[in-house]
């Protein structure tokens, strides 16, 4: 459903991305693994449409849209949330920008994923991974098919991050939008995703794609496999490359 | 709210002790009332002339609120005028700039010969004293957005009137509410100079004449109502802020 095609970026004199090529298919859960400053945000810029490529295209279900908006669901770092509206109100806010809102459908995901007594609550008296829960669910329900998730779960520690990732993959499975998501940690790219993308750093390039081949449901287990393990260190060869340099 | 009460609490006391000094020195010294009337004459005066006063507490709480309103409808207008449409900023802001520096007891006549003793040069001089702060204060708040705010919205195809609206403009409330509180304080003070001017009620009226009558006692008593009305239009102002603006740390 989105493919990419040489995709070439500069920042002026910087290069940040060189000849990129990935695809996306339908209900697929693709990661993107990549150094910091290697030019991820950068991609997903070019995705969203607010920055144009100096050469490549970008096709979204068989229609090029380098430079057009509104055509892809994000969920950024930060939690962004607006903090005068209320939870209820903020998870409606990107389906807003399109038309009236569902608020029913909203209501019924915040009960699903255990907000719903906090759905009158202000953004300031939520906990982190509750923020990010928010966000998650802003993004599902505007009605765009490809979500793109730009290290949502960095900014957590590590016992909500885990937490985290095993209540994305529920919701996730239930409800299976493709997925663009940009990380830079190992584990959590072979936990979450079908497909990896590793990108080396900047001027980033595709440095290999590797597919995951545990099944799904997931669960914390799998982190405890030699399988697990061994596609880890895989991947940690070509990281190593990256740091060697 | 007990720690709000501490601290105006604390000013108070403070407040009581210097007009207690002042009574004491003007008790010592023996100053005639005409030239500085002691706290209890003045609290005595207020007590006396309440009844009188009335009307003119009336008359320029209208005039003020009125002035007010116009006068940040005005500055909220300028303002979201100058942020979206920069070309217009770089001609008018200058402009709005010199607007301040003519002196209000310059301009003030002049517009009563322009206009006449009637309500318009009055609002005008309110206007004029009270728009500035709401603009300042308002363009500051749409420029403070925060930004990882602001690339949300262009990431999931926000338009520039939707990012105003849904976000600039919420944004900088509790700014300005800030210059609201600003403009408060000066559309009084605004209200009271054009009363000089030329009014058949209001406190500025009756400051000056009390003031050609050597009835200090009076213009002391006026001053304490300008005080009192300040008060009152800032604590309602803080209430309406109270209420609209949610979610967010408590300000000052
Ligand atoms: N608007 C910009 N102008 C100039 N340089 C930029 C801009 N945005 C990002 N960069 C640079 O491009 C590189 C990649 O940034 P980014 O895509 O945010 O990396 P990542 O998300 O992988 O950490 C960084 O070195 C950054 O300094
Ligand atoms: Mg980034």
Redesign the interface.
């Known amino acids: 459903m989105l493919t990419i095609n040489g995709l070439d970026k500069a920042y002026g004199d910087l290069s940040v991305l060189k000849n990129i090529n990935l695809h996306v298919r339908d209900r697929e859960f693709v990661a993107i693994l990549g150094p910091s400053g290697s030019g991820k945000s950068t991609l997903f810029q070019l995705i969203g449409g607010i920055i144009k490529p100096e050469h490549g295209t970008i096709t979204l279900n068989n229609e090029v849209i380098n430079g057009k908006k509104g055509l892809i669901s994000y969920m950024p770092q930060q939690p962004s949330l607006f903090p005068w509206r209320t939870v209820l109100e903020n998870v409606v806010l990107a389906a807003e920008l399109t038309g009236k809102p569902n608020v029913e459908e909203a209501k019924q995901w915040l009960e699903k994923v255990g907000l719903a007594e906090f759905e009158n609550s202000y953004p300031i008296d939520l906990s982190g991974g509750m923020r990010q829960r928010v966000s998650f669910i802003r993004a599902l329900l505007s009605k765009q098919s490809l979500l793109c998730l730009d290290e949502p779960f960095s900014a957590l520690d590590e016992f909500t991050r885990i937490k985290m990732q095993k209540w994305l993959l529920s919701v996730w499975e239930e409800n299976r939008k493709s997925v663009l998501f940009i990380t830079h940690s190992i584990e959590e790219a072979i936990f979450l995703a079908d497909r990896i993308y590793v990108l080396s750093k900047r001027p980033a390039t595709m440095k290999a794609e590797i597919t995951v081949p545990f099944s799904r449901p997931r669960n914390e287990s799998l982190l405890e496999t030699t399988e697990f393990f061994d596609l880890k260190q895989q991947i940690f060869q070509y990281i190593k490359e990256e740091i060697v340099e | 709210m007990q720690q709000m009460w501490q601290r105006g609490g604390k000013s108070i006391v403070f407040l009581l002790l210097l007009f207690i000094l002042w009574e004491l020195l003007v008790y010592i010294t023996a100053t005639p009332m005409w030239l500085l009337p002691a706290p209890s004459d003045v609290i005595k005066e207020i007590y006396n002339g309440i009844w009188e006063f009335y009307g003119h507490l009336i008359s320029t709480m209208k005039l003020t609120l009125l002035g007010l309103s116009i006068g940040c409808s005005v500055g909220l207008f300028i303002a979201i005028i100058l942020y979206r449409l920069p070309k217009a900023n770089q001609v008018l802001y200058p402009l709005l700039i010199l607007s301040q520096n003519i002196p209000t007891i310059v301009l003030a006549p002049l517009l009563i010969i322009w206009f006449g003793f009637d309500l318009l040069p009055k609002l005008i001089v309110i206007s004029l004293v009270c728009f500035f702060p709401i603009v300042v204060a308002s363009m500051d708040g749409f420029r403070q957005t925060a930004p ?2 602001k ?2 919205m ?6 520039r009137n ?1 990012i105003f609206w ?2 600039e403009m ?2 900088a ?1 509790p700014s300005i509410f800030s210059g609201l509180k600003i403009a408060a304080t000066y559309s009084v003070m605004g209200a009271v100079i054009s009363e000089w001017l030329g009014a058949k009620q209001g406190i500025g009226v009756y400051m000056t004449l009390a003031q050609s009558s050597f009835r200090i006692d009076r213009v002391f008593a006026a001053i304490f109502f300008i005080m009192l009305l300040s008060l009152l239009l800032f604590g309602v102002i803080r209430l309406v802020e109270k209420l609209m ?5 408590e300000g000052v």
Do not use: D, I, T
């Open positions: 990882e705010l690339h949300y262009e990431m999931v195809g926000a338009s939707q849904k976000l919420p944004h409330l603006v949610k979610g967010r740390k």
